[in-house]
């Protein structure tokens, strides 16, 4: 029973804390870098493009964009089978009438409402589509022109509103997908639905950027130590983090909940919420295996998330690559995830020195702090719990890279291709000319490239030939050039010496002169001074 209840209020306290990020930040996840533009007709088109929210699950393609044919379905799309030969623009038909299907590639438009937004996406991505654009079918109520033309449509109609943008946020079940989708307010949506429906065709972009400041990207990562979906991007960055070195710092967020706004505490200052929070109630954690009474507790989770802090600002915070941070926490993945030893003190010690971590440091660190039992505030919880109310952070694991977060499923080859979007043109490091757009990521960057394929010679054409190599071949090639040049210039000198001495021999009169001068009539030719000097 006590079991049951405490799940039912870990998922309260999930749950809660979603709302109450939404609520600080009703637009997602920071703001959008994303850009939705008409190209065709030119009559729609907007110098700054067209406002919507992205979605918070999919695949975007930072850096790049998809510009392909619009066609509207004129459904929900909430069939896992929807007919791909309806809609607009109209298409040729067969001797059976049915129109062929979309011609892929292509955007496909989709109304809101009648299931979630990732089961459309879902759907129109089994179609085909390269990317989704859901047409909102609400006002927003200071939206006046929307109200007034909705009224305009259908006076009979009794119309709503809503009060803030929708978010499209992720049902639980959308990390298979790979498509990206925005949601174009109803408006804007409108005009594309009445071109369609004319058969003439509308072209759209969907693009994505990542702000290039300087010549150093700054990244972030939120998670906590028991994160599912976190733990096979903290076994495979360390060797990314440290090709990338200095060009890009890097900054590691523990994601707790707060447990005062929760009420897991009482007026009396007891704690409310069993074993899931620390400092009598105050800072939270849900259960990782679902067991209040034996395994992995949620206030397991915030200690070792307090000691991952620590472990940064001493060993990583300074240099923003944090060699010694990723391998404690490599170590700690292969050794200490389990039940049995998450918080044995034996395996924490080991992982300290496999990572060459003063562990009196670390704990000092956690004790000045104060410390994760009684009722006190613990300063470096308190200052994590601050800082993701800022940001917003719903969804976990959340990576920024500008201060732009990344959607979809995190993957080390997502993050390292992010950030590379992300230097000045220019400015790049040589392991992301050598490996941005490799599949495999971590295998170019421990090989220094890309193994084969076309990646592999795209790799080798961005890293070109070094300075060295350039100015011996250059050099090679002025020997080359100017050994042919002396000897064409000596072998034309000895062609025009021989013409000359045979023009005089033939021509040159042999009168007034002493014996032995008449006898030498090649002698003029050779003299110093003479018509040789014209020659040479």
């Not at 022109?145 to 809503?162: F, H, M, W, Y």
């Not at 440091?361 to 993701?388: F, P, W, Y």
């Not at 732009?404 to 390292?416: E, I, N, T, W």
């Amino acid at each position: 029973m006590v079991t049951t209840v405490f799940r039912n209020f870990s998922l309260y306290l999930a749950v809660w804390q979603v709302s109450s990020s939404l609520a600080q930040d009703p637009k997602g996840l920071g703001s959008s870098t994303s850009r939705l533009q008409i190209h065709v007709p030119q009559t729609l088109h907007k110098p700054d493009g067209y406002k919507h929210q992205e979605a918070l699950f999919g695949f975007s393609p930072y850096g790049g964009s998809i510009a392909q044919n619009v066609y509207y379905s004129n459904s929900e799309f909430c069939e896992s089978d929807e007919d791909t030969h309806a809609g607009y623009p109209e298409r040729e038909k067969d001797d059976q009438d049915n129109m062929a299907p979309w011609p892929t590639p292509f955007i496909l438009m989709v109304d809101r409402g009648g299931c979630s937004f990732v089961q459309k996406v879902r759907n129109a991505q089994k179609a085909g589509a390269a990317g989704v654009i859901i047409a909102d079918n609400q006002c927003l109520c200071s939206d006046s022109e929307c109200i007034r033309t909705s009224n305009k449509e259908d006076p009979s109609a009794v119309l709503g509103c809503q009060s803030s943008e929708p978010i499209m946020a992720d049902d639980g079940s959308g990390r298979d997908i790979s498509i990206p989708s925005f949601l174009m307010f109803k408006v804007d949506a409108a005009k594309i639905k009445d071109e369609v429906k004319e058969n003439h065709m509308v072209q759209v972009e969907m693009g994505w950027s990542i702000p290039s400041p300087d010549d150093r990207v700054e990244y972030e990562l939120w998670f906590y130590p028991s994160n599912v979906n976190s733990k096979e991007f903290m076994k495979t960055w360390a060797p990314l983090a440290k090709a990338l070195d200095y060009h890009a710092k890097f900054t590691p967020h523990m994601f707790i909940y707060d447990g005062l706004k929760s009420h897991c505490q009482n007026d009396g200052g007891e704690n409310m919420c069993y074993n899931l929070c620390t400092n009598q109630g105050r800072y939270c954690s849900t259960d990782p295996d679902d067991d209040l009474e034996s395994g992995i507790s949620g206030a397991d989770v915030v200690t070792e998330s307090l000691r991952r802090i620590c472990i940064w600002e001493h060993y990583g915070d300074e240099d923003g690559i944090g060699e010694k941070f990723w391998k404690y926490n490599e170590e700690f993945l292969s050794r200490c995830d389990t039940p049995t030893y998450f918080m044995n003190s034996d395996c924490v010690n080991d992982a300290f020195k496999q990572a060459k971590i003063d562990k009196d440091v670390i704990e000092r660190c956690m004790h000045d702090s104060g410390g994760v039992t009684g009722d006190t505030t613990n300063q470096k919880l308190s200052d994590a719990l601050e800082t993701q109310t800022k940001q917003g952070i719903v969804v976990l694991p959340t990576a920024f890279v500008n201060t732009v977060p990344l959607r979809g499923a995190l993957s080390a080859s997502s993050v390292f291709n992010a950030i590379c979007a992300g230097f000045l043109d220019g400015t790049q490091p040589d392991i992301c000319l050598a490996c941005a757009g490799c599949p495999n990521t971590v295998e170019c960057v421990a090989n220094n490239g890309c193994s084969s394929g076309i990646y592999a010679k795209v790799a080798r054409g961005k890293q070109g030939v070094s300075k060295r190599l350039f100015a011996f071949s250059l050099l090679s090639v002025c020997i080359v050039f100017g050994a042919a040049g002396y000897w064409h210039w000596k072998r034309t000198q000895e062609d025009m010496r021989e013409q000359v001495r045979g023009i005089l021999a033939e021509y040159m009169p042999l009168e007034g002169g002493d014996e032995d001068e008449a006898t030498n009539p090649m002698e003029f030719a050779n003299k110093r001074g003479g018509l040789a000097s014209l020659i040479s």
